[in-house]
Structures are given as C-alpha cells and as structure tokens.
DNA sequence: TCATGAACATAGTGTTCATTA
DNA sequence: TAATGAACACTATGTTCATGA
C-alpha cells in the first residue's frame, strides 16, 4: 500500500491535480479512464492543457495502490466486446481526507501565484 | 545562444517562475544569486517554498546562456576577497519579451488553479 | 479497433561534491 | 568560509510500443 504524494514544495503536480477531477467525477457518474481525459481535455482547452493518457492512467493506478479507489471490469455495453475499467472508493475517510490535502495544495500553489502577480505587475 | 523553455502544458515550471522573479529584483537592485534566494525563501516561507540554491543558479545561467541578461564578477567588498556575480540586463528587447512570456504563463496557470478550485469546492 | 497499460526516453529539480579567492 | 557552479541522482511526465477482447 503506497502512500501518495501530495504536497511539494514549488506548486502543484500535474499527478495529484489530476487525481483530484478523478475523486469529482466519481462523485458524478462513472467514466473510465479515457473519458475522464476527455472531460479534462476540454475543459483547459482553452489554457491549452492537455494531458495525455498516461497520465490518466498513472494517476488512477496510485489511486488503487495507496488503497483510495478499487478498480472493476466492464463490457462496455451489453453487446460490445469492448472492456472498459471503472472505479470506486474504496476507502472513503481516506478519500476524504486526500481530497482535503489536495484542495490546500490547490489553494497554496494559487496564492504562490496570486503573490508572484503582485509583485511583478506593479 | 539557446532558447528558454517558457511554457509548458501544465502548470508554469520552476525555473521560469525564478526567472521572472530575476528579472524583477534587477529592476530593484543589483542582487547577487545567494540574495535573490532568499528574498524568495522569505518571500514564500508561508506557502513552504524554499527553493535551492542550484535551481537559483540554474536560472541565471540560462538567461545568460538565452542572451538576455550578462554576468559580471566583483568582489563583495573592498576589504573583502569574496567575489560574487551580478547580473545586468544584455538585451532589453528580449527582456521584455520574456517578461511578458512568463506573465502569460503565471496568468494561464493561475486561471488553471481557480477553474479547479471552482470545479471541486462547490 | 478502442481502452488499457507498460516500457522507454527526456525534462525538471533536489542533493551532494568541488572550486576559488 | 561564503558564493558559485558542476555532478549526480531521482522524480515527474511525455512518447511510443504492446495487449486483449
């Protein structure tokens, strides 16, 4: 049972800030893996992230490994061959709990940011 | 003369951020590397970002290696055998182009952190 | 063929060692 | 002995290859 990493001392990792959209849509539907990269891809389109499947995949394996998420497999759809993996919570205080760790993370790395705006911009 | 790395896919890099913040300080003063981290290990004690020496380093190098700014050796003082590096900006044009590089960069990934911030928190 | 996952390669950065006056 | 810089090592991530149904 690996412990993940969540707190650096620059800003946020693209790893964890990923693993955090993987606990909110779980709290949404079930999407697997490539459509949890879609629904990022979009929505930094516009800041021109966009993260490759790898990295999806990476995120949510440490997920299974720190014992967060269990992992299931499932035909797409009853007539398709197509397997698909979804996921669970398989511990839910420690989902918690990460979840917390990785919105302070996000709120340190925006006030690193917000404070090296004000300095430069003035 | 090589090209800076200014923008990545995810969030603003390390080196970049240090960058910027170089740039600012020779505006103020005439600091050497050793100053310039600590002002930002002050800087950013509250958010426990204490960034090394080498990554200090590093960054200079690079800006004089990219021609923006040139390297000069004194010594500390006149009494002094302590010899530091100050840095004086070589080429303005590219100065400034970079400067503005890099504040796109600290706005890009600022509004990263707050779409994030918006998605999860609610 | 698509979703998954592993392997491989490179970039970014932290730690340690070296030099010089 | 402080400031600089290089070497080394490890982590994070991008790219490519492999597999199964």
Do not use: C
């Not at 709290?27 to 999806?56: S, T, V």
């Not at 061959?81 to 709120?107: C, G, M, P, S, W």
Request: no cysteine; aromatic share 10%.
């Amino acid at each position: 049972m690996k412990d993940l990493r969540t707190s650096s001392s620059f800003l946020i990792k693209q790893r964890p800030f990923i693993q955090l959209y993987v606990l909110k849509f779980l709290e949404d539907g079930r999407p697997y893996g490539i459509q949890m990269l879609e629904q990022l891809r979009e929505r930094f389109k516009k800041e021109g992230y966009q993260p490759n499947h790898a990295e999806i995949y990476r995120a949510l394996h440490d997920l299974v490994d720190s014992g967060v998420l269990k992992a299931s497999k499932k035909k797409l759809s009853a007539d398709s061959y197509q397997e698909i993996t979804t996921y669970f919570i398989r511990d839910v205080q420690k989902a918690i709990h990460l979840k917390k760790q990785l919105i302070n993370e996000l709120n340190r790395s925006k006030a690193m940011l917000m404070k090296a705006l004000e300095d430069i911009e003035d």
